[in-house]
């Protein structure tokens, strides 16, 4: 049975997302705030996450962060009115894996649940690795799951972006379509309308540095890795 822990500090709506979870099969825990969810994670390691932003003392941002220092393979979820894109390029930044806005459709969110606990089943760990390989002058550790960029600091990969990463180096050249990306790294029950895909784009292209332009975005198409 997959253990969902979460944090939503409205009362009402942490015990139908309780009752909602328990009615199909998960074992759940809901959390009040930040530090409640922190000290239930540090007593036992769910297999999914999912995050108000918004709470009392600790945001669901700085539970993130502190999540992922210790646990890069956690499912972290946010579940949130904040969804501008600067609050996705943040959230994104920290390692969550994906937003789900409010108001939602509860078949929504277990949809995005359950394609997000069967990534997870099936994603890449360091000692799955398939050693280094470049793009541009940035050199890609994927054991470590780590980029290092010529007289810049090592910058760490998320999951996500280093599958990502894999596939660009895989198919030089080639236009990939933005279904074909969310298909080949998230699978192909993910929901193609969410913006998760481009706002990884830009960390990518971020944690790469000058290399970064060699991801090309191709208006109307999707993106391509320069040959």
């Given at each position: 049975?997959?253990?969902?822990?979460?944090?939503?500090?409205d009362?009402?709506?942490?015990?139908?997302?309780?009752a909602?979870?328990?009615?199909?099969?998960?074992?759940?825990?809901?959390?009040?705030?930040?530090?409640?969810?922190?000290?239930?994670?540090?007593?036992?390691?769910?297999?999914?996450?999912?995050?108000?932003?918004?709470?009392?003392?600790?945001?669901?941002?700085?539970?993130c962060?502190?999540?992922?220092?210790?646990?890069?393979?956690?499912?972290?979820?946010?579940?949130?009115?904040?969804?501008?894109?600067?609050?996705?390029?943040?959230?994104?930044?920290?390692?969550?894996?994906?937003?789900?806005?409010?108001?939602?459709?509860?078949?929504?969110?277990?949809?995005?649940?359950?394609?997000?606990?069967?990534?997870?089943?099936?994603?890449?760990?360091?000692?799955?690795?398939?050693?280094?390989?470049?793009?541009?002058?940035?050199?890609?550790?994927?054991?470590?799951?780590?980029?290092?960029?010529?007289?810049?600091?090592?910058?760490?990969?998320?999951?996500?972006?280093?599958?990502?990463?894999?596939?660009?180096?895989?198919?030089?050249?080639?236009?990939?379509?933005?279904?074909?990306?969310?298909?080949?790294?998230?699978?192909?029950?993910?929901?193609?309308?969410?913006?998760?895909?481009?706002?990884?784009?830009?960390?990518?292209?971020?944690?790469?540095?000058?290399?970064?332009?060699?991801?090309?975005?191709?208006?109307?198409?999707?993106?391509?890795?320069k040959?």
């Amino acid at each position: 049975m997959k253990y969902i822990l979460f944090a939503e500090d409205d009362e009402t709506l942490r015990n139908g997302l309780v009752a909602t979870f328990e009615s199909e099969g998960y074992e759940t825990l809901g959390c009040k705030d930040g530090e409640e969810v922190l000290a239930a994670f540090r007593n036992r390691r769910p297999d999914l996450l999912l995050l108000d932003v918004m709470m009392p003392g600790k945001s669901g941002y700085d539970v993130c962060a502190e999540v992922r220092r210790t646990d890069p393979y956690l499912p972290i979820l946010f579940l949130t009115a904040k969804t501008s894109e600067a609050d996705c390029v943040i959230g994104l930044g920290l390692g969550a894996d994906d937003f789900i806005a409010k108001p939602f459709r509860v078949r929504e969110l277990l949809a995005r649940v359950s394609a997000a606990l069967r990534r997870s089943d099936v994603a890449p760990r360091p000692t799955d690795g398939d050693g280094t390989f470049r793009i541009g002058d940035t050199l890609i550790d994927a054991n470590r799951f780590i980029v290092h960029s010529p007289g810049e600091p090592e910058q760490a990969l998320t999951v996500r972006e280093l599958g990502l990463l894999k596939t660009f180096a895989a198919n030089p050249g080639k236009v990939l379509t933005r279904d074909a990306l969310l298909d080949a790294v998230w699978g192909e029950e993910y929901f193609a309308a969410s913006r998760t895909l481009d706002q990884h784009i830009l960390q990518i292209r971020r944690k790469l540095g000058t290399s970064g332009a060699h991801i090309e975005t191709i208006r109307g198409a999707g993106y391509r890795l320069k040959a």
